[in-house]
């Protein structure tokens, strides 16, 4: 069970508007790679340094991949790519590479992670 605080605030569209009130989740606490590799080393036959390993050099070819325009799909986790922002023109000829504004990464979960994020439960922090 997930669970949420609530915060006021602002529309930063219309700073005129009334504040609303919004859930946010709490999260308790980050996970480190030290930690991914121990789970998964106790789940496999593969020592903990070897997780760290592969790990490492996925973490590694992720990014020199998407420099490269490649999409990179990680399975049942979900899907890396890139997007730009960039400035719009009347005509298609003056659109240069200077019109990137900022490049994103993106994500795009797995359908598996889509359905256990549909099945998420939520419960409200009581302040006393």
Known sequence: MLKFNIVQRKDPRDQNAAPKFYATLNRVQTIDLEY???????KSSISKGDVMSIVTN???????????????????????????????????????PEAVKKVNVKFRPSGSIKTLLGSLKFTRIEFI
Do not use: W
Not at 36 to 42: D, F
Not at 78 to 91: C, D, I, M, P
């Open 58 to 96: 996925l973490i590694d070819l992720v990014p020199k991949e998407l420099s490269m325009g490649r999409t990179v799909n990680l399975g049942k986790l979900g899907t890396f790519f890139l997007n730009v922002n960039s400035k719009g023109y009347e005509n298609q000829d003056d659109v240069s």
């Open 36 to 42: 991914i590799a121990n789970e998964l080393a106790t």
